[in-house]
């Protein structure tokens, strides 16, 4: 496709943003994380993960790692919205 000099080609991808949100316990401190990674599925996502906790703990040896929340973001919904408040 070429669109004013430009040669544009589309991917189609099945690929797919998550929210994710865990904790990590390192030596007795708890660290609260919320990421958005890429995947087709949970598995992928856990393997994206796993890369970005040792990108980030490169040092530690041992890690406990908890997921509370692992959503593919098109179905998060919105939060209700109760209104504007203006102080």
Do not use: C
């Not at 958005?36 to 530690?60: F, M, N, T, W």
Request: glycine fraction near 6%.
């Amino acid at each position: 496709m070429d669109t004013q000099g430009w040669d544009v080609a589309w991917e189609e991808s099945t690929e797919r943003e998550w929210f994710v949100e865990y904790t990590v316990l390192e030596g007795g401190s708890t660290t609260r994380h919320l990421s958005v990674l890429l995947g087709e599925g949970p598995e992928e996502v856990k393997a994206s993960l796993v890369d970005e906790i040792r990108a980030i703990y490169p040092e530690s040896t041992h890690l406990e790692v908890t997921v509370l929340r692992l959503e593919a973001i098109d179905t998060v919904e919105e939060p209700e919205h109760a209104g504007w408040h203006v102080p």
